[in-house]
Nanobody
Framework: QELLVESGGGLVQPGGSLRLSCAAS????????VGWYRQAPGKQRELVAQ????????NYALFAKGRFTISRDNAKNTVYLQMNSLKPEDTAVYYC?????WGQGTQVTVSS
């Protein structure tokens, strides 16, 4: 059983929105900082957004600021990434990470 499972990816037109979910099979988001990363073909994996466990502080990559929002529901052991105003360059596999744990990724494709 995977510890982290992402969902919510898909095909969306430019300007559209998606909400990604990362469900954990254990309450690890209360213990560890959580991040969303992405990896486009031929490119390195990069940080998209991060939520710090203590204080719920958040950090965003420059390309994500103002468009993406990371949030957490501890009762559901789930972290979300709301993505608005999507662009073709946002096309990538999006991964959830907490400590040394990674999900399998969910594909996001932005295309008309």
């Amino acid at each position: 059983q995977e510890l982290l499972v992402e969902s919510g990816g898909g095909l969306v037109q430019p300007g559209g929105s998606l909400r990604l979910s990362c469900a954990a099979s254990a309450p690890i988001f209360r213990l560890y900082d959580v991040g969303w990363y992405r990896q486009a073909p031929g490119k390195q994996r990069e940080l998209v957004a991060q939520m710090i466990t203590t204080g719920n502080n958040t950090n965003y990559a420059l390309f994500a600021k103002g468009r993406f929002t990371i949030s957490r529901d501890n009762a559901k052991n789930t972290v979300y990434l709301q993505m608005n105003s999507l662009k073709p360059e946002d096309t990538a596999v999006y991964y959830c990470n907490a400590w040394r744990f990674w999900g399998q990724g969910t594909q996001v494709t932005v295309s008309s």
